[in-house]
């Protein structure tokens, strides 16, 4: 079946614009998470949903990022106003229940410039 | 604060020679844990998992990790490694209770195997 989708898959913005991105999880599947990585470094919890409910956002690094998953589906990060220290690989996992194994998607590589 | 170490930041063999990657956690809770690869140019894929029971667990393509709690510890091994093995290896942690769940994963060991 289909796996984890994400989009784009590249992103260069300029400094201060907002940006979205999206991920589509395997279907069914209730819990969805998503990640920050830096180059060299593993991946960084950022925030999670079971459902539509968004359990922790606690990695949220500040107030420019939010995350929204309205119908227990499609996800959305949303990054305003970006600066260039945002730049990174933005991954989505989804994982048929809280606990279980994740299934990652491809990432997003934002670039700010 | 939680962690998750990878001693090993870059590891070269050759082929047919053995691995262990090793892995440990700060966290004297009940923990998940399992260990991702990454192969170029693809994303993160799950290796193996442990949740309970045996504590050395079997995963894909001779992969196998050993859950020592005294040492919080989950090293990867495999006995014999193939150049198609080459790839990023990434220990992960997850502590579950009835009120968070949190990811933590290492920050990986690069394992280049020489054909």
């Known amino acids: 079946g289909a796996g984890v989708s994400q989009s784009p898959r590249y992103k260069v913005t300029k400094r201060g614009q907002d940006v979205a991105l999206r991920c589509d999880p395997i279907?069914?599947?209730?819990?969805l998470y998503w990640y920050r990585q830096a180059l060299g470094q593993g991946p960084e919890f950022l925030t999670y949903f079971n459902y539509e409910a968004q359990q922790d956002k606690s990695g949220l690094p500040n107030d420019r990022f939010s995350a929204e998953r309205p119908e227990g589906s499609i996800s959305t990060l949303t990054i305003q106003r970006t600066e260039q220290r945002d730049s990174a690989m933005y991954r989505c996992a989804s994982s048929p229940e809280t606990g279980y194994e994740q299934y990652f998607g491809p990432g997003t590589r934002l670039t700010v410039t | 604060a939680q962690s998750v170490s990878q001693h090993n930041h870059h590891v070269i063999l050759s082929e047919a020679a053995s691995l262990e990657l090793g892995c440990n956690y700060s966290?004297?809770?009940?923990?998940?844990l399992f260990w991702y690869v990454q192969y170029p140019g693809q994303h993160l894929q799950l290796l193996l998992k442990y949740f309970s029971g045996d504590p050395l667990v079997k995963g894909i393509k001779g992969f196998e990790a050993e859950f020592i709690k005294s040492k919080f510890s989950f090293n990867l091994r495999k006995p014999s490694v193939q150049w198609s093995d080459t790839a990023e290896y990434f220990c992960a942690v997850n502590l579950v209770s009835s009120n968070f769940n949190k990811f933590y994963f290492g920050s990986g060991t690069k394992l280049n195997v020489k054909p």
């Open positions: 966290y004297g809770g009940t923990v998940n």
């Open positions: 279907s069914g599947h209730v819990s």
